[in-house]
């Protein structure tokens, strides 16, 4: 009963009607399904080959004729005993080899398991598997490329380099605490704490990168913002091209946030409209002011639009993130006015919303400001929130570590030690069970 359970099938295809569809089957009993399917010996096959052949069900009533790949373990992506099967892509096919599995036994996948079962058999590290689901969703072709290259171990590489070099420094105090030396000690400590600002100086650049590679692998977030009725709406609707947002000449309109994903550039863009910011007595209308903070606070790109010169306050709301003030309604001014906000160096963009003019330097200007963003001249880029969670965790013991230069060697190497057990948990080598499950749980159920 236990390989029964440990068997388990999926789609790996997304569902509906298609050319060709893919069945993954892992687990003990794969080699067991594929004779009984096929009507065939397993010494038929041969392990990795694309073999032809017919598929029936328990009464001998043909299914498909289609390919299927035998991958004897562990030479197989999860390292246990797998079949893939690339059957016609018509669901009631797919439906007919699903009733066939649960027949003989074995069950649906979970969300993940694929790549869980891979990462348990040491086919790949935890980083490796990170990589897996960024791989699929990048929105970009830069996502793709830093995805493939975590894939590949190169990221998993620098974090054991890096985990190695304090090693050799927990490894130098042990050999200084044996000898008991005290002549030496000052001299060790130096070279010690060498090593700790260096591996602390990479660490920032590590976590630095993953503002980069969140708006390559999962978009960039830009929000609309702006006092009421100064034509937020009517510029986000220009962006669609067509009216998804209301648009009054009634301040307020706009009570809570919209959103709709655009692409400038490149860049995939996750656009989002909110309600204009001001004092107001409306309870519904204060809890859209207090969504629009939030939104400017998670931004990686705001667009202030305005209608007048911009306040010293709406400047400082924004100032801790990339900005481009956009000055609209630009079809209502007379030529003394145009000339005036020509030479106000606080306003980026000068457009007519309502007119559809200046919209194309401002899609220009996008990109630049998101291009400028991602500009990261270093070879390894963090892709997930556990992994920044985790690099923090070393950061503050390391900043810890230098704060406090006079600690004996006895209390370095502890520190040094819980260190060292962080890059595990960050490599997956002892991950806890509920941040795995999180982790495997937002995985497609084929992988």
Same mark, same amino acid.
């Given at each position: ?22 069945? /993954? ?41 289609? %390919? ?13 005993? @797998? ?18 599995? !649960?027949?003989?036994?074995? /069950? %649906? ?53 890096? /985990?190695?070099?304090? /090693? ?48 390559? *692998? ?11 009725? @100064? ?85 400082? %709301? ?32 000068? %457009? ?9 330097? !401002?899609?220009?200007? *996008? ?39 006079? !600690? ?7 520190? *040094?030690?819980? @260190? ?28």
């Amino acid at each position: 009963m236990k390989h029964k359970k440990d068997t388990f099938f999926a789609l790996s295809t997304p569902p509906g009607k298609s050319a060709t569809s893919t069945i /993954r089957v892992s687990g003990p009993r794969s080699p067991y399904i594929l004779e009984k399917i096929t009507k065939r010996h397993l010494g038929f096959f041969k392990p990795s080959k694309s073999t032809l052949v017919s598929l029936y069900n328990k009464n001998n009533t043909l299914i498909d004729k289609c %390919l299927v790949v035998y991958y004897r373990k562990p030479r197989s992506y999860t390292g246990e005993n @797998v079949i893939e099967i690339h059957t016609h892509g018509n669901p009631i096919i797919i439906q007919s080899l699903f009733n066939v599995f !649960l027949k003989l036994g074995i /069950r %649906l996948a979970r969300a993940g398991e694929f790549t869980k079962t891979a990462y348990k058999n040491n086919k790949i590290d935890l980083v490796q598997a990170e990589a897996v689901f960024n791989l699929i969703n990048a929105q970009s072709r830069q996502g793709v490329n830093l995805s493939l290259n975590n894939l590949e171990g190169k990221l998993s590489n620098e974090f054991s380099n890096i /985990r190695k070099n304090l /090693r050799q420094a927990l490894s130098l105090i042990e050999y200084e605490l044996d000898i008991s030396e005290t002549d030496t000690q000052t001299k060790t400590t130096e070279m010690v704490y060498n090593n700790i600002i260096k591996t602390n100086t990479k660490i920032k650049k590590l976590i630095k990168s993953h503002k980069a590679s969140k708006i390559l *692998i999962s978009g960039a977030k830009v929000v609309i913002v702006g006092k009421p009725n @100064v034509g937020k709406s009517t510029l986000f609707n220009l962006f669609l091209n067509y009216e998804r947002s209301i648009v009054t000449n009634t301040p307020g309109t706009t009570r809570d946030t919209l959103e709709a994903s655009i692409v400038v550039g490149g860049f995939t863009i996750n656009l989002v409209d909110t309600a204009g910011i001001r004092k107001t007595s409306d309870p519904i209308e204060k809890i859209g002011v207090q969504k629009t903070q939030k939104e400017v606070e998670s931004s990686n790109l705001i667009l202030l639009v305005v209608d007048k010169k911009p306040t010293k306050k709406q400047l400082k %709301l924004i100032k801790k993130t990339p900005t481009i003030v956009v000055f609209n309604k630009s079809d209502l001014l007379n030529k003394n006015d145009k000339f005036s906000v020509k030479n106000n160096n606080n306003i980026d963009i000068i %457009l007519s919303a309502k007119n559809n003019k200046g919209l194309g330097k !401002l899609l220009k200007n *996008i990109k630049n400001k998101l291009s400028h963003s991602v500009l990261f001249n270093e070879n390894f880029y963090i892709t997930s929130t556990r992994q920044k969670e985790v690099l923090g965790l070393i950061k503050t013991d390391l900043n810890k570590l230098l704060k406090t230069k006079n !600690l004996d060697l006895e209390l370095v190497a502890i520190e *040094i030690k819980g @260190v060292i057990n962080h890059f595990d948990w960050l490599l997956g080598k002892t991950t806890p069970d509920d941040i795995l499950n999180n982790l495997f749980s937002n995985f497609c159920v084929g992988k």
